[in-house]
């Protein structure tokens, strides 16, 4: 037998109040992201064919860096919010889950992100599709 | 186990659904890679897409070890 984590949070509710901590509160904030993603669908499907821009230069770096410190930040919400405010962990699985997650941002993804796009703008590694 | 299984159920359903809309030739039914392509037009959507991204990678793999080692 293996465990795929440790003990869930949540798993024993005393009432209904951790059902809905635990239970309820992120499922219903999953359903609404996914919402979220459909109504933008709606709104751009008349767009999609609309080939992609793909910025370079300042505008390329400006553009990853949004991209890591939004993403990071919203990282961090879901870490405040989700398991320190509702599932009520400890303050410093709080310290230790931000340290592992700027570590995976800013020490593994983005150094892996430039390296690939170097190799994939050299021609060394084919990652995106080229147009012809 | 159930929740294995319940798992597997949810990551089938999803993986055929998009093989389904990449068979399909109408724009009936859009491939979820189609929705992530257009909420990736935002800013917002970018972050919250990149931020569960990290997410998923930190809760999946990262969470509980102590330097490669599982604590």
Same mark, same amino acid.
């Given at each position: 037998?293996?465990?795929?984590?440790?003990?869930? *949070?949540?798993?024993?509710?005393?009432?209904? *109040?951790?059902?809905?901590?635990?239970?309820?509160?992120?499922?219903?904030?999953?359903?609404?992201?996914?919402?979220?993603?459909?109504?933008?669908?709606?709104?751009?499907?008349?767009?999609?064919?609309?080939?992609?821009? +793909?910025?370079?230069?300042?505008?390329?770096? +400006?553009?990853?860096?949004?991209?890591?410190?939004?993403?990071?930040?919203?990282?961090?919400?879901?870490?405040?919010?989700?398991?320190?405010?509702?599932?009520?962990?400890?303050?410093?699985?709080?310290?230790?889950?931000?340290?592992?997650?700027?570590?995976?941002?800013?020490?593994?993804?983005?150094?892996?992100?430039?390296?690939?796009?170097?190799?994939?703008?050299?021609?060394?590694?084919?990652?995106?599709?080229?147009?012809? | 186990?159930?929740?294995?299984?319940?798992?597997?159920?949810?990551?089938?359903?999803?993986?055929?659904?998009?093989?389904?809309?990449?068979?399909?030739?109408?724009?009936?039914?859009?491939?979820?890679?189609?929705?992530?392509?257009?909420?990736?037009?935002?800013?917002?959507?970018?972050?919250?897409?990149?931020?569960?991204?990290?997410?998923?990678?930190?809760?999946?793999?990262?969470?509980?070890?102590?330097?490669?080692?599982?604590?």
């Amino acid at each position: 037998m293996f465990h795929l984590a440790q003990e869930v *949070a949540g798993s024993n509710p005393r009432g209904w *109040a951790d059902v809905v901590r635990h239970d309820l509160i992120p499922v219903a904030s999953a359903f609404a992201v996914w919402i979220g993603f459909l109504l933008s669908y709606r709104t751009t499907s008349g767009s999609r064919r609309r080939p992609e821009v +793909r910025p370079t230069g300042r505008r390329a770096f +400006r553009s990853l860096a949004s991209t890591v410190v939004g993403g990071y930040l919203v990282f961090l919400f879901i870490i405040v919010v989700f398991y320190f405010a509702l599932g009520g962990e400890a303050p410093s699985f709080l310290s230790q889950a931000l340290g592992e997650g700027s570590l995976l941002a800013f020490g593994i993804v983005v150094p892996a992100f430039l390296g690939l796009s170097w190799l994939d703008q050299r021609g060394w590694l084919r990652l995106t599709r080229r147009r012809t | 186990m159930i929740g294995l299984v319940g798992w597997g159920i949810v990551v089938g359903g999803v993986l055929g659904y998009q093989g389904f809309c990449l068979l399909d030739n109408g724009d009936r039914w859009p491939a979820l890679s189609d929705i992530l392509r257009d909420v990736m037009r935002y800013p917002a959507g970018r972050w919250v897409l990149f931020g569960l991204w990290l997410w998923f990678g930190w809760h999946l793999f990262v969470r509980g070890w102590k330097f490669f080692l599982r604590a």
